[in-house]
């Protein structure tokens, strides 16, 4: 897919593949119906690893890289994760705000040329539901990115069922979706952290 092909998507979908020892995600066009409309990335990560690093492909051969984040830190809560093209020059920094996530998680995303946008967990007695009952993990997250005077960037809904999907809505054309697509896969690799 062109980045021009990429970037004139408004609706994404991403999915996670189980596995034992790693987390894998695929990331779709969303069609007009909803559906899925062909992959657009493939993404690994390793899991229990010291510093995180996820790459993501053009499909699951993982033979072309398109983009990647990794951790600037080995052990931060507040870690900023690095979004590079295959050639490692910047895209932009996601990162979590560790004060304002002990009750509702909020992460910040910063793209070059755009005031930050921040994410911050959609329902707050949903996410306290899940920090207090670990017996209600499993609950659904949603989050809505907003840049300053809360005008709406993104929002990324995860879906009801037995692997994790998002349904990921870009509101702001301005974004990078190699960004959005990094911020929706971390969301899902690295909200425990």
Not at 77 to 92: E, K, R
Not at 106 to 125: C, D, K, N, Y
């Amino acid at each position: 897919m062109s980045t021009q092909q990429l970037q004139s998507l408004q609706t994404l979908i991403v999915r996670q593949r189980i596995r034992m020892m790693v987390n894998q995600y695929e990331v779709h066009a969303a069609g007009p119906d909803g559906s899925e409309a062909g992959m657009i990335a493939f993404a690994q990560q390793k899991r229990m690893a010291f510093k995180e690093q996820v790459t993501l492909y053009t499909d699951d051969t993982k033979q072309q890289p398109v983009l990647g984040f990794k951790a600037r830190k080995v052990m931060d809560l507040g870690s900023a994760y690095d979004v590079t093209d295959p050639s490692g020059a910047a895209i932009g920094v996601f990162r979590k705000d560790f004060k304002r996530s002990l009750l509702r998680s909020t992460w910040i995303v910063e793209q070059p040329g755009l005031p930050a946008a921040t994410g911050q967990e959609r329902s707050q007695l949903v996410a306290i539901l899940r920090r207090f009952m670990e017996s209600m993990s499993w609950l659904p997250y949603h989050f809505d990115f907003v840049f300053e005077g809360e005008q709406p960037a993104f929002s990324v809904v995860k879906k009801w069922g037995l692997r994790d999907k998002y349904v990921v809505t870009i509101h702001d054309p301005r974004l990078d979706r190699r960004m959005v697509i990094a911020m929706a896969v971390g969301l899902d690799a690295l909200q425990a952290r």
